[in-house]
């Protein structure tokens, strides 16, 4: 009886049997030491009216206050019965699988909720959004309707996992052969048009990038490594650090913003390896200790912090691995590591129609695979890791395909997190689908639609443990957000991160149109799904505004200060009705905690339904 009469005291507390809500409200409190589930709906029937919206009259709190006592005794009577608690275990499993998993034999399916629209809005469907700008009420600053590339939903994709990708799935290769010694651009660039090259195992030196043509395919199927770095010797000892000249390139402008931008030092493109490992850079030579080093541009220096006798020292030189503006190229089996490639280029950079498929691309200074004007390039089942500052990069290149990727912990030499093209993946004036992918440990964004993407499907995906938001889908249109699982993403603690659905989320859109957030599940993030209107000027389709986002089906959990809602700048007014929230489920640690925000008002689960929004959703204590 105590964990009955605990929930009655809650939901008393929480005023939850003198709200005056004009819809049934649902709570659920799943595990029970005793296997027990507790459901209590609370309506409210005989209201009067005040200033035109219905108010509970005093009989009708009592009769509701009786329901509630009623339905808590008949759930103290099911605590004996076994197989009630194992339907209700069967139930709770069931529902935090996705749709797509088939479930156990002898396990009872999810109970399948009602999709009652909310008053005034249709029922929310699977179709994907439209291919056009929201034709609700038009806005002062209207949008210019265009003629964008359809989004359809992609089909469902199971997660790579990381020993389903890079070269150990390459598969074979016949055909020309490049050995370590070879000058491979040469001959690449001596080579016809459609021959297929192999690289043969060991290490191949890059001193000019590759720049195959239309047809050709470079491939190893022996996991041959193409680096871009060069051997350091003739180290002297200074001191308690070791130095060689000589060997830097003359100095070069910024670009790009770092983490700290007090020492900004995370631009210079030449890294640092000893015996393999990364070495990190330090903004003086006094701050030299081992592990790290010290390039000093004006003396034309390289300090390091460790003895190099009898070791490998090594440092990035070439800026890019492979480039072209060539169709149809395959790029399969390689590992390409160590290219000095500035901020926002590529060591590999995808040309149109390539397949870049089962290669592991890590330790370069900026962006591992970068596909530039590459329309309908596929980018799967690669390895890209452990770059400088952004793992995949995607511009002005429309239908391209990303899938089955492990993508982790990228942005090793301190690019901005909070608000810079660190990361996970970003594109930019891009279309194309994003499913299937590993998206982890990232520091930045996982997933980040940027400026006037247009037609974007990120689907399927799992995105975890990233510094920033899991996904951001900022200043674009035509997007769906389906099917992903979102886990832990958003907590970084540097310049610009937060806690506010200002800093982002599991999701977070940003100033876009025509956007469905659908069927995906989120726990432990920053914030759950944060909606923001903000003044962010005009783009190809005249100005960006916060229009037409869909939020169902999804599943998130939130805890402490985590929400989920909007928020909206004074200059860029929100109207009615242009976000829509219906049939998710939201897992919280308390109903009275103010989970949720209404163009920045903070609220509880029963005051946002209140409010009008998520009407046909659940509210569950976690």
Known sequence: MSGVTQQINR?????????????????????????????????????????GEPQPSEGALRKSWLAALIAAAVAVVTVALPVIATENNATTAAKSRPASEPVQAGKKPPTQRATTPAPGKPAATSRPPSAKPSQKPKPSTPVTPSTPPVTTAAPTIPVVDQAAAGPAVAGPCKGKVIEPGDDAADVIADGAAGTTYCFAAGLHRIGTTIRPKAGQVLASSARAVLTGSVPLTGFTRDGDRWVVRGVLPAAYGKSGQCEDNVANICHLREQVFLDGAHLTRVASAGAVAPGNFYADYAANAVYIGSNPAGRSVEMSKTKTAIESGATGVVVRGLTVEHFASAPQSGALVSGPGWQVTANDVRWNHAVGVMLVKANKARIEKNLIHHNGQLGLGQYSSAAATVTRNVISENNTDGFWVADWESGGIKSTRSSGTVSGNLIKANRGVGIWADVADDGRVISGNTISGNLAD??????????????NVITGNGHGTGRGSGKTLWDGGGININTSSNVEVRDNRLTGNVNGIAIQSRTRGAGPWGAYLLRDVTVTGNTVTMTGAQATGTVQNKAAPLPAGEVTFSDNDYLVDALGTKHFANLGAKLSALAWQSAGLDASSTFSLN
């Open 11 to 51: 939901l008393r507390d929480n005023s939850v049997l003198a709200t005056g809500l004009t819809a049934p409200v649902t709570v659920v409190q799943h595990g029970d030491p005793h296997g027990t589930t507790l459901s209590l709906a609370v309506a409210t029937p005989g209201v009067a009216r005040r200033n």
């Open 470 to 483: 899991g996904i951001r889908f900022e200043i674009s249109r035509n997007g769906v957000i389906s099917g």
